[in-house]
């Protein structure tokens, strides 16, 4: 299993970016998807996921209203569009995938349950 995340960069306070999370060696109906987010001297915060079979969709509080996660099966792709960005949101952000069964409804928020993770990108808000 690879995830290859992408779409990270620079931009304005109240912009907009897109990012990608590639997967390969899963299939989107049988694994979770989820966007977690490191800003420098901070722990990494869960921020979206996206279940496996039914694409429920969650988001953090902090989020919620602003970013959109989504994903393309035919491309095994999901995306986290991010609007309204704050300089708040600078880190970067990583997405990671789980298969397995969890008995916690609210698992997909523990980074420990995910058992793949891709390199992370950067997102920089800033003026």
């Known amino acids: 299993v690879q995830l290859q995340a992408s779409g990270g960069g620079l931009v304005q306070p109240g912009g907009s970016l897109r990012l990608s999370c590639a997967a390969s060696?899963?299939?989107?109906?049988?694994?979770?998807i989820g966007w977690f987010r490191q800003a420098p001297g901070k722990e990494r915060e869960w921020v979206s996921c996206?279940?496996?079979?039914?694409?429920?969709?969650y988001y953090a509080d902090s989020v919620k209203g602003r970013f959109t996660i989504s994903r393309d099966k035919a491309k095994n792709t999901v995306y986290l569009q991010m609007n309204a960005l704050k300089p708040e949101d600078t880190a970067v952000y990583y997405c990671?995938?789980?298969?397995?069964?969890?008995?916690?409804?609210?698992?997909?928020?523990?980074?420990?349950?995910?058992?793949?993770w891709g390199q992370g990108t950067l997102v920089t808000v800033s003026s």
């Open positions: 990671a995938a789980d298969g397995s069964y969890h008995a916690s409804p609210r698992w997909y928020k523990d980074r420990y349950e995910y058992a793949y």
């Open positions: 060696g899963l299939t989107l109906d049988y694994y979770a």
């Open positions: 996206i279940s496996s079979s039914e694409g429920n969709t």
